[in-house]
């Protein structure tokens, strides 16, 4: 749809993504362990709230809208209702008008789209959050959690670690059509690592991976689903990280944008946010992100744009095999060429077309909710050089964001511009 | 916010509200259990948006956008991402965006408000669907998972039955300042069983309740809070019910109208549609509901509106005090006058400002997500004629619904009109 009033993002703020191997995640190894907790959801949604205002020097209660991405905060955290929780953040904040919203992993898209809306419709400041916690318990009952993202009923029995099977379903299925092997994927692993550790708000931060240990399955990199059919087709380090973290920004229109104090960059045009949904449950094609391609589709045409335009992109690397898929969506290559843009050095920090300069949901982490604000205010500190250590040496002046639910049921792209 | 482009419900779909003390509500002692099971949440949503596509004759193609408003399907239906469900409901859905809005029991509201912003940004048609499934847990379980709706951690520990506890404070609080007892409460939850007796898709159709009955506490309406300060301020009678259900509306840009098929009535205005939030976990005073009078505020000046406009209201009776509050906060009459309306016959089907026509949440049902959609689409069924034996004498032209989530921590007022 084509936006008649402007939609530009004129800051954010961010917390580290943290978890396990994290150096400031409290577990029962940590030397605070007992003395100290980690952030709660509610404290993450507050932090980012906060912040946001800050970062674009504004009084909270000029945010004329707001929007609270997260996906299952009922479950890790006992706590729904977010958008009350989002307006507890400060007095200016009471009474206004607050949604959270809820695609799965495409949450925080979700919210970045209903905040376009709110502009085409009015509203001159938003103030979009996502936020996800964790890590409050174990991994096989966070799987579980998760798996309300897929058709539960019929897709909860795949395997404990449901997403991560219906992943290595497509690994297969892309390894069998383009005679590759899962080795193929680990450039990209590697290339996510790599940029995390330039990354200090980073949950993979201090921890390294190189291409030869993404490759091969060993004792630090095991193959873990019980399906035994997929079992061999995903490693740990093929997947993303179970991360607590916020992230929020501030969407303005020209009007917006008069009413703000001192920024820390300049504003970034938002172009255009498309959504395309599947039906849960199935899926056409394993070899084929169609409903990101649907919504590239669009948005490129509302745009006027292609994929050669594009010069950074933020893209749901869930798992490595979805980096490869989605590339290919979004035309950044040709169908079964996704793995050799990560091998060649094109989607590297200073290739041809960076891709998750940060780390993306492999090393910076997924804190589920957060990971779609997080993609866009990565673009936005790409495109005004606030990257520090993992700056490009170029900053860019069209960037995508591409932030995936489900698999490939919800995908919400964002096109970017910094003029 | 001012509408540039008009909006419209064109029509819509309502499955029956069911669950205990329903003639087809499946349990243990019904002739059916073992053959039969009761709806699921998917079958709900693939219903009523099927069923309001038949409604305004188009093919579900021509949908614009989708929203699904839900509390907590992740917990009662182990099923998070509704938006791609529901995109699942027809082959002409693929690719529609949709997105699942949560605000507690003002889900349904907020899901009205996103589709109003979609016309806003250039959206025809718009499909909302609101729906909840409760009836897969027992009372203290699902009362736990509704918990998620208040300031979990602070709140839960107030009684198992968290919310009831809460409202039980409102009346006490009432009750204590303006000198009433609660059997002032008795002719809201009279008016709302006789309303639904005459209502085949409520909850309570066959289940009477008289003034005398609900004003005092018996076998058959107890007071059943385990808090002893509370304890004397509620009885089940008090109370909404735990309900399945769904409903559906489709809302229309002028240009959508035009692609409309064979409707079932004429198109009735959103006027306004107006949300505020309040800070979770914090109650300024429990004698008012200050962010539902915030909304409401905002609606009236948006349309030029007062409360002596409104010839029909749907007001949230999530219990019987809420809808006393609520009349106040919505300007139906003073400060401590909210039991007087129903006593007087005021609110009564055919009264001077009938409110709550169809039996409301207390009888009519309250299946979380499907009512504020439930509410949109009674006002619209009175005002076309459609209401049976419910319909009101003289069909109104001007209409309202206040849908308000947790402790009123989020509401959104929506305004009507016929013309």
Redesign the interface.
Known sequence: ????RRVTIAGGAITPFIGKFHPDFIWKKHPDFGTRENP?L?QYIHEVALGACQNVGIDPALV?R?YVGN?????F????????????AHEG????????????CASGG?GI??G???I????DIVLVIGAEVQTTRNAKEGAD?L???????TA?GLDPFTFPAMFARRTKAYCDKFGVTPEALAPIVAKAYDNANRNPNAHMREVQMSAEQAGSASDKNPCFLENEELNPWLRVGDCSQVSDGGCAIILCSDKGLEKLGECQGDPVDIVAC?????????VADLTKMD?TA??ASKAYAQAGWNATDIEVAEVHDCFSITEALICEALGFCGDGEGTQLAAEGATSLNGRIPVNTGGGLMAFGHPVGATGIKQAFEIFRQMNGLCGDYQMESSPARGLCANM??DD??SVVTLLQKN
Chains 1, 2 share one sequence.
């Open positions: 749809m084509n936006l008649s709660t509610e004329d707001g996906f299952v905060g009922e479950l955290s006992n706590q729904g209702h977010l958008g009350s929780m989002a307006a507890a904040l009471n009474y206004t008008p607050f949604t959270r919203v809820e695609g799965a979700l789209a209903a376009v809306d709110a085409q419709a009015g509203a959690f798996a309300r993202a897929s058709h539960y009923e909860r498309e959504v395309a949904c599947g039906p849960l449950g199935q409903v649907a919504a639910g489900g049921r919800t």
